[in-house]
């Protein structure tokens, strides 16, 4: 019986597992807007992401941001993907503490909101 209480002990001297918490973005954001985001909690072994894709097309420019959990291995890439029919270049920023991915985009004014949608719309027709 002794033999069982000591490995019995040591479990529960052991520290708890927390999960890690992260914002997730319910749409990826288009610049300026911030996205409407949550709390998610990430699977084991999965960290916070950031991720920023800028797309152009002439003298259009979009860029798109994006929070959720991930790999570690996808941190710290930069690569390219096609989404609305643009090119876009992304970046992957990562961070391992609760939330750390919340910080808000900087905000400009509400014109360059509403005129970046006519042209989102407008370049979709």
């Known amino acids: 019986m ?9 479990l529960c001297l052991l ?4 999960p890690l918490f992260c914002y997730t973005c319910v749409f990826p954001a288009i610049s300026p807007l911030d996205c409407i985001r949550y709390p998610l909690k990430c699977p084991p072994g999965q960290v916070c992401l950031s991720s920023r894709a800028v797309g152009q097309r002439g003298g259009f ?59 989102i719309s407008y370049a979709l027709w």
């Open 15 to 18: 520290p708890p597992v927390v």
């Open 61 to 119: 420019r979009v860029v798109l941001y994006e929070k959720s959990c991930i790999l570690p291995s996808f941190c710290g890439i930069t690569g390219e993907k096609q989404a609305m029919g643009l090119n876009f270049t992304f970046t992957n920023d990562c961070c391992n503490t609760h939330l750390c991915n919340g910080a808000a985009i900087p905000a400009t004014s509400c014109w360059t909101g509403t005129i970046l949608t006519l042209l």
């Open 2 to 10: 002794s033999k069982l209480v000591c490995p019995l002990l040591l």
